[in-house]
C-alpha cells in the first residue's frame, strides 16, 4: 500500500499549502483529495509535487506491505 503521509508533512513544513497548490500550481483539488485518502496518484504528478516542494519522492510517498494488495 502506498501512504501520502509523508506528503503532508512535508506541506506543512514548505511555504505552500492546500489554496497555493490549486490556485498558484493548478492541482485539482481532487488529486488533492485522492492524496488525502492515500488513493492512487499519477507519476507527473508525484514529479510535480517534488518539483513545487523541493523535496524527494520519499517525501511525498512511501511504501507499507498490505494484505490487500493485489496477488503477484
Known amino acids: 500500500m502506498i501512504s501520502y503521509s509523508p506528503f503532508w ?25 485522492r492524496l488525502k485518502h492515500n488513493k492512487d496518484i499519477t507519476t507527473r504528478t508525484i514529479n510535480d509535487l517534488c518539483r513545487i516542494l523541493d523535496c524527494q519522492v520519499q517525501d511525498i510517498m512511501q511504501y507499507f506491505p498490505d494484505d490487500k494488495d493485489q496477488s503477484l
Open 9 to 33: 508533512n512535508t506541506l506543512e513544513q514548505s511555504n505552500e499549502n492546500w489554496y497555493t497548490l490549486t490556485n498558484k500550481y493548478n492541482m485539482s483539488h481532487s488529486t488533492l483529495h
